[in-house]
């Protein structure tokens, strides 16, 4: 059995995790988990009786390497690029994330977030507050580096899923709007995110169409779900990372998920692949309303992408599957650290 101490900052994020302890523990790895607030909560928690440390990347410090067992990074961040795991990744035994670049060298030709730079290359930004960095990323990470990240568990197996995932599903039911845009503005800085954000909303508004278009967090929950299982198509732009909560809401209410193109983009499951599980669109949402024409007008022909998208999310879910692939990953960077 490997014995694994899981120091997170975050409960919500390691959930997957606590719903899957006995299926892990079947596949021989037992988690104990222990929240941390602080470095200090978590140098108080470290032990060398553990055969690997699994730990936020909020949480590292000097006195974590130095404890002993192996050090694998759980970086929670939404985005596909390296952010606090970066600095300590050669002295770790991996990174799992829940999103990473298919093409892992971008973490050496980005810096930051690779899709401000797609913004203001589609004349949105760049803003005083930019997220479209220049420069490239010192030191540059080697090939060994590289190889140690994996790819976790990422938004669908996040318990909020549940009763979306519990919901009985039918494909067949009529849908009232063509188009459902619901996404905060005012979180995000005046960075070119938030231009971003307001033409997605400016576009969707003027849509002709039965739709949904509002800024902020205007309904309950319920209603929210309703108006998904009642829309064709989701639109969801870019946030703080290019995978959105909205984009898992949308392909397990079936309805089309509609977001700028993030085939860049690795997850579990893979489900960012235009015109296989989502339908991709110009980053200022210029060709939105010729997509959202197609899937009204050839709502049959999508049927295939909407059933394989809500598939690849509940199986994403199920507690079993989440524990083979942690378990597999955790035993992979433990065998390669040696």
């Known amino acids: 059995m490997i014995e694994v101490l899981c120091l997170h900052a975050e409960a919500l994020h390691v959930l997957p995790l606590m719903r899957a302890a006995e299926a892990l523990r079947a596949r021989g790895v037992a988690i104990t988990f222990r929240e941390c607030n602080s470095f200090a909560k978590a140098c108080q928690n470290l032990g060398a009786q553990y055969h690997a440390i699994l730990i936020h990347q909020v949480l590292l410090c000097d006195e974590v390497f130095a404890c002993g067992p192996p050090i694998i990074i759980l970086e929670r961040i939404d985005g596909a690029q390296l952010a606090g795991a970066r600095p300590w990744i050669s002295a770790s035994a991996g990174v799992i994330k829940g999103y990473t670049f298919r093409d892992r060298t971008a973490n050496n030709s980005i810096r930051g977030r690779l899709f401000p730079h797609r913004l203001v290359d589609s004349g949105l930004g760049p803003t005083e507050n930019t997220r479209a960095l220049a420069g490239l990323p010192a030191p540059p990470l080697s090939a060994l580096d590289l190889a140690k990240i994996r790819i976790g568990y990422g938004f669908p197996s996040y318990s909020i899923m549940e009763s979306l995932v519990a ?24 960075t070119e995110i938030t231009l971003h954000r307001r033409r997605a909303l400016e576009v969707a508004a003027d849509w002709p169409g039965p739709s949904v278009v509002a800024p902020g967090r205007p309904f309950v929950y319920p209603e929210y779900k309703s108006q998904l299982y009642q829309s064709r198509c989701v639109l969801s732009p870019w946030g703080w990372g290019e995978p959105c909560y909205r984009d898992i809401e949308a392909m397990l209410a079936g309805a089309v998920l509609v977001k700028p193109d993030t085939d860049y983009v690795d997850g579990w499951p893979d489900v960012y692949r235009r015109d296989v599980f989502y339908r991709a669109c110009r980053p200022d949402f210029s060709d939105l309303y010729e997509i959202v024409s197609d899937v009204r007008d050839r709502w049959e022909d999508h049927l295939e992408l909407r059933t394989s998208a809500r598939a690849r999310c509940v199986e ?23």
């Open 167 to 190: 919901d009985p599903m039918s494909f067949d039911e009529p849908r009232a709007y063509d188009l459902h845009c619901v996404v905060t503005v005012d979180s995000y800085k005046d």
């Open 316 to 338: 994403a879910w199920q507690p079993a599957n989440v524990a083979s692939r942690m378990a597999s990953i955790i035993k992979e960077l433990l065998d390669a650290y040696g």
